[in-house]
């Protein structure tokens, strides 16, 4: 529920500009991806590793570590050097380096089996070692150069510090014991996607995939855990203090899989209840001992996802143990996947839900057990880690647990990004995240396309060629291919990297237009780019084809059960398809977002649709997100000025019978979208009023309070609802807020605290009285030092963002500009500026207050050119109209040579706003009369509503 509360709160919050960065609540950036942007310093591959023998002595309290490292290692070519890599942290004392010939180079090998003399082990003299500087490199230089086939073991000792403050590479941190007060260090490990390098010299490539022994010195009092079992445990001879556990030889893994625990952490074991299953693993939680009981039902959680994706890879899990660790302090963006030992957020394994938990388990395999060659495989891995995630959570919960609407969510705000004129403002984490989401649609489109079996069966075909070695994202997409044949659900000549690479290598998604001949039924199938802001002048837009699966529903034979294509456009701009049903009867295309991409349709089956959906017989057949695509793509692709606003604004009429909250969803974002670009007009009025007549039965239905045992959806319409109600002016809402308000008035010390919830707040600045906003106004100017600045912030924004009076907006603009009290910032005004664009009364008011001010302005930001340029591009940018393009305009020309540094800004505005005039001259009267027509037609309703 939170999650999806936050997200509304978000979208609700952005529709007033207020845009508050919840990053631990959005879908992180997935780090893992952003490691494709690591450009790292590769080793030749004149010398490989075979295995590590590593020994390994922190000090939790002191804060260091020593350690000895053995790796044996071949000669693949002649060379008298070795390269490894070493991070410049790590101390290398030189005499402690030795390098040993076990067996002879190819040749000598061969004469010594004709000899048959056996080889005896020498040591290679060394010249001199090198840590070269500015590179995590340490080089050993040898005395001769040794032949291809060599082999030796390099044996190297070395110490370093535990990092205190991050939870990266070896690091330490500590807790309190609430019993004894006492402090309690642990050392833990996490080296993705590279920092092994900074606790032992290694080949540090994800590629090198080799055994590794290990061996740990602990305090008496502590545990150790690695990726493999323990061995056995030896006291040290010269300080019987100290234990050294020795662990299990490791199957062949990659350095940045390695992981490492020392602390008195308690476990809690995973008892089975069934001793004929088939999972054998050792299952373990640890934590702090007081945290013990919180994480107790994890292991359960844990067993069943274990069990399902064991049974989805069709392979066992491939160690004989896991340990899950609820690690205190731990600061990762996302959770430690080494093998065998992750470590959790406390928070994370004590948590509902088990999304997260199999979000992680995935990797044990995917990543682990087959491993990316390079990290720019990195984001096909964590795409797939993704959807298998959601395909077991789904079946674990019986469809009960999704993540964020799966896929819903995502989808949508790929749709919108995507779609803009610059997809993810050039910002290398968001493509990468928008990228990754984008191919884990691919793979649900496989799914639906070729059906489950096939693609799962590809996918354990996939892992079970690649285990224990690495991959490249094509071996994917073939194991799926060679699936498919066998399974002939893909004709021969077509390859699924192929499909696949025409989605993924592009920044774009398609849109796909069907247009029907009703007379020889027959459809026209055309595709391009999906250009929703405008200008729509992308270059080169013409080159871009996709591969695209048209699943075809039809209203004459409705059956949503079958998602086989009946035809796959081949990077074809358009075909054709034939045998549609009669001229009254509907078809949709891409049904259930099978496909990431909308699908525009000529206005008669648009037509045929609407009508349909408003039967409520007939809407209930069509399965719910199949409802929402149809209201979503409508309403965005006439917001892009695809499709007339009437023909779109008609699909929404089967609302007043709609109660599932997956489709009202898209409603939302549209009366945010839409109305956000007509508020300067007439016809917002008539908008607001067609939205009470909308949400009000739906809210009143709902009622006020949760009702016992509600879904999370219900529960989430119903405030959706309320919001957006507020907004729309609600009486009910409004008062209830300003009562809540007005208690903040009555109390004695008012600065101390605000008792009011946020979602008061701005209904009140925006309706409330003259008194009301004057004292949140002094709130902001009082507000004691020692309180959370945020609560500052969020009523600063709301006091300029929300209100739809000029005086308020112009007091507040007086006071920050002007009366240079030391109450506000610089950022303050930044931020009051911007959130005046988030509404046509906050930029045409400021517009104006700029006209009017402007020798002032300019002389009191003459040594801000920052900020005279935010208030340029707030002032001038946002307008719409024709009207709005005649201000600034006139602006430009009065005060032509005076903007400065915010000369290309207006510039620029004045030809986004122009495209937007257009936009407007052709919408606005279409919105307009089919409101007028709407409002005819609900004249009842509303008249009785409850509105300011
Ligand atoms: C080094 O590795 C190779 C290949 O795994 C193995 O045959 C050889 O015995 C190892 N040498 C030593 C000294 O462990
Ligand atoms: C960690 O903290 C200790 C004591 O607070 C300090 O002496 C040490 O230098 C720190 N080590 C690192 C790697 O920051
Ligand atoms: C498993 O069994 C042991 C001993 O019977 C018990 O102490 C422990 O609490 C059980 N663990 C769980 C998670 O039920
Ligand atoms: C663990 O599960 C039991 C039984 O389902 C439940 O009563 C208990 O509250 C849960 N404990 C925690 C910490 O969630
Ligand atoms: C996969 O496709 C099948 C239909 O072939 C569908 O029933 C199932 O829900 C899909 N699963 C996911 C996770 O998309």
Redesign the pocket.
Known sequence: MAIRILILTVLVLQSLQIIEVQCSHKRSIDLIAAHSLISDTRLPREVTPNSYILDLHPYPEE?SFTGRIKINITWQETTDRVTLHAHEDLVINHSEVSVTQYAPDDETSFREKESSTPHTPVEIKILRNEMVPKKPLFIIYLEKSLNRGTQCEIEISFSG????DTSEGLFRSNYVNPSTGERKWFVASHFRPNLARRVFPCFDEPAYKVPFTLSIVRCKTMTALTNMPLLKSEELTKDPRWIRDYFQESPPMSTFTLGILVSDFASVAYNKTDDKDDLDVDIKIWTRPDFLSAVQNATEKIYKSLKSLQEFWGLPYPLPKLDCIALPNYQGTRPADNWGLILFKESELSNKGSWQISHELVYQWLGSLATPFWWSDAHINNALARYITTYTTLKISDGKETFHNWPMTMLYSIYYEFSKRYPHGKVMAIKQDSGSTKTELVFRMLNYTLGEKTLVHGLQRFISDRQFKTFFGDDIWGAITEQARFDSTLEDTITVNEIAASWITKDRLPVLNVTRNYGDKTSTLSQRVYLRERPHDVPDQDKLLWWIPVVLIREDKLNFTNSTPVAWMKRQREIQITGLPDADKFIIVNPEEIGPFPVNYDTNNWNLLAEYLQNNDGRLKIPVNTRAKLLHDAWNLAYAGDLNFATALNMTLFLRYEREHLAWDPVFTMIDHIGRHIDSSNVHKKFLTYVRILLTPLYEELGEEPQEGESEGRANLRSSSKVFLCQAGYKPCIEEAQAAFDKWMDTENPDEGNPVSNQYICPVFKWGSQEEWEFGLQRVINFPASRKQNERTYLLKTLAGCPVDSWKIEKILNITIFEQNGNFTDNDIYLIFSMLTGGSSGYTTLFNYLRKNWDAIKKAFENKPQLWNSLITSSTSVFKTQEGLDMVQSLYLEKQGQFGTAEFVIEKALKNIKEEAKWSNDNLPVIEAWLDNYLQKNKAENEKSKFL
């Open positions: 804060g510090k535990l990092y205190n």
